[in-house]
């Protein structure tokens, strides 16, 4: 029987870095995690090797992968830019490694989660190509063909919350205007109940009451809460969200034709009630694709382990 191989993927992110030692056939054995002290540059990255160190305390480890929530080189060593975090060309395998003398990559967190998803979770059955979008706060994802992700020319490819999806439409942090991040996020969400109870306040009164009669006090909880209670504005609110994330899995489908489209992020919390209009605005827009093969989507099923469980694998593969 061969030796199990175990790695150590960590998942940073602006509030905390995740961290555990994964076997090779995707289990969690170990983990922990810490705050992210996400304006020092020097104390984050003390706080990964902290971690790393931790977990590699009584096994065996053979290499190290961590995702990060920003831009990635595509030698996959150095953290070009990270919105939430201090790091601006940072040479972060190189400091990790030397540190803890293994080798170690640095991935994108949408890429990570979506290999993890590729690999053990929601597309494992898949061996050729998946899309995966993960609507939180943002909207990331990630793009797997020929059973590789796509990193691209500098390793920044499959940034899906920033492609244009309502021309002239909402400023986005990226500076352009309606990226698809704006419409089918958490963000958007909160965005599309808080307008409709200011607007009708009548028919979001359960809404409105978890917001102690506040409409700008709504949260993406709040909505989700008052969803599944039957509060119309919170509903319609996913609808719309589920529409715009519709038309864009529709979008990946006919550019790539994957074998699966994943959605994951904490906004799938909601279940049927983003998953439904989602479907629904998907078949709407392939409707003349009817007599061939499309993809199906599913949700995610790893949760908030897919970042350390893809960050291992591929410090496993490479």
């Known amino acids: 029987m061969a ?7 960590v998942d940073v992110g602006g509030t905390k870095v995740a961290g555990g030692v994964v076997d090779d056939t995707g289990n969690v054995l170990v983990q922990t995690r810490r705050d992210t002290p996400a304006d020092d540059v020097g ?3 003390d706080v990964i090797i902290e971690l790393v160190t931790d977990l590699a305390t009584g096994h065996e480890i053979r290499a190290v992968g961590i995702g990060a929530a920003g831009w990635i080189d595509a030698s996959r060593s150095t953290v070009l830019f990270a ?3 201090a790091w601006r060309d940072e040479p972060l395998r190189e400091y990790v490694s030397a540190a803890v003398g293994l080798p170690v990559i640095v991935e994108n967190d949408g890429n990570v989660a979506a290999w993890a998803e590729f690999r053990y ?4 059955h ?3 190509s998946m899309v995966m979008f993960t609507i939180g706060t943002g909207v990331g994802g990630g793009i797997v063909l020929g059973g590789e992700l796509v990193r691209g020319a500098n390793g920044i490819a499959a940034e899906l ?3 244009l999806t309502v021309p002239d439409g909402h400023q986005c942090g990226c500076g352009r205007l309606g990226c698809i991040e704006q419409y089918a996020s958490g963000s958007a969400l909160v965005r599309f109940a808080r307008a409709a109870a200011r607007q009708e306040p009548h028919r979001a009164t359960a809404l409105l009451a978890l917001a102690d009669g506040e409409a700008e006090a709504i949260t993406g909880p709040m909505v989700t809460a008052a969803a599944k209670g039957g509060d119309p504005v919170s509903a319609e609110a996913f609808a719309q969200v589920g529409r715009w994330l519709g038309t864009s899995l529709a979008d990946m489908a006919q550019i790539l034709d994957p074998q699966v489209l994943v959605v994951g992020g904490g906004v799938i919390d909601a279940g049927e009630l983003l998953m439904g209009p989602t479907r629904r605005s998907f078949t ?3 409707a003349q694709r009817c007599r061939l093969p499309v993809a ?3 949700p995610a099923e790893l949760g908030n382990s897919a970042g350390v469980i893809g960050a291992a694998d591929l410090a496993r593969r490479l």
């Not at 030796?3 to 993927?9: E, N, P, Q, R, S």
């Not at 979770?121 to 494992?124: L, W």
């Open 284 to 286: 709407e827009a392939l």
């Open 43 to 45: 104390k984050t990255r």
């Open 296 to 298: 199906e989507i599913r």
């Open 121 to 124: 979770g929601a597309a494992r």
């Open 83 to 85: 919105p939430n975090l």
């Open 3 to 9: 030796a199990v191989t175990l790695t150590i993927g």
């Open 161 to 163: 919350g920033h492609m």
């Open 126 to 128: 898949a061996d050729d």
